[in-house]
């Protein structure tokens, strides 16, 4: 039995121990409720900072000592690579819209009527050839006919521009706190290990940060490059089929594959375009095969270049890539694989960390 005066003490002491805990649990809440506005924000500058960082180290050669100075640049550069690719697509497609919106008013604008081939075509050729032959004869009733959906259409496609643009917009906010970030590269590295070896101990701390900073490189440069070789697949057929814009129809396959968003949004109303104004011959229907496949060709390569340099199997990459870009969107393409892979590494820690036959006999002993 314990005195009353130690049963007060412990007493006393567990409700110091409770109103602490309740404390910073409030503390923490009231923290996360003040900083989620720029959760998003800052996830995407230490994205950034981590993939742009080994710049950051190959320019020290010629600046060495100036870290402010090469972050700038980078940050400046960066701003010029994305910033201006973007404004000229956007004219482009602004300008095109209002030639396409002019000619369709004037009167002027005609669609080719389909060849009697169409109809033989498979399931659907009967179907394509009457809707082909009713916009070729009659395209404003067609447009008064499925007026509710082309509104629909309009109004998604207005929303998913207001989207890039906001989403452009925090990127380049993002570009610049990732910038302050990397001016001061080898302080967060330091903190980023201490922080690693608080949660998952001493001995996993620096295997952790550089687990994180090798997969998210890994899978940033694997979302570029599979967005440039796209750029480059389909940008060649367009030259060669000599469509309009071609280069910058290229670039927005580029940019589009950046932000995750399929390449069939810019494949297929060229497909369609192509089909319309050509008609349908073996060169059109090869060109279209081509592209169309060239369009889904991400979903090939992403098993191939995501899991590169990292030091867990690949499908452990692409499963949390797949699964957090589902779940969390593009910041989830980056967060997914980090999580999965640093999961996978502790689970395997804990495995391989299991006492021997020696250790459990002298356990046994004692």
Known sequence: ??????????????????????????????????????????????????????????????????????????????????????????????????????????????????????????????????????????LSGLATKFAPQLKQAGLAVLGTVTGLGAGLLVFFVALIVAGIFMAHGEEGHQSAIRIASRISGPDNGRE????????????????????????????????????????????????????QLPATLITVPVIIFVIVTSGVSTGTIVFSVYVFVAGLADNVLKPLLLGRGVAVPMPVVLIGALGGMVTGGVIGLFIGPVMLAVAYKLFWRWVNDQPGPDTLTERNRS
């Open 208 to 259: 952790i940060a550089e687990l994180c900073t090798a997969t998210i490189r890994a899978v940033a440069q694997g979302v570029v490059g599979i967005a440039f070789i796209q750029m480059l697949l389909i940008g060649i057929a367009f030259v060669v089929m000599g469509i309009p814009g071609a280069g910058l129809l290229a670039l927005a396959v580029l940019l589009i594959g950046i932000m």
């Open 1 to 138: 039995m314990l005195s009353p005066i130690t049963e007060r003490m412990l007493s006393r002491e567990m409700l110091d121990v409770l109103i602490r805990a309740g404390l910073i649990a409030v503390l923490a809440v009231f923290s996360f409720r003040v900083f989620v506005p720029f959760l998003d924000l800052m996830v995407w500058a230490l994205i950034l900072a981590v993939t742009l960082y080994p710049l950051q180290v190959r320019l020290r050669g010629p600046l060495a000592g100036k870290d402010g100075l090469i972050a700038t640049l980078i940050v400046f550069v960066a701003f010029v690579v994305v910033l201006v690719p973007t404004y000229l697509l956007g004219v482009a497609v602004a300008s095109s819209i209002e030639r396409g919106m002019a000619v369709f008013r004037s009167g002027s604008f005609m669609i080719p009527p389909p060849a009697e081939s169409v109809a033989t075509w498979p399931l659907v050729g009967q179907r394509v050839f009457d809707f082909w032959t009713q916009a070729s004869t009659d």
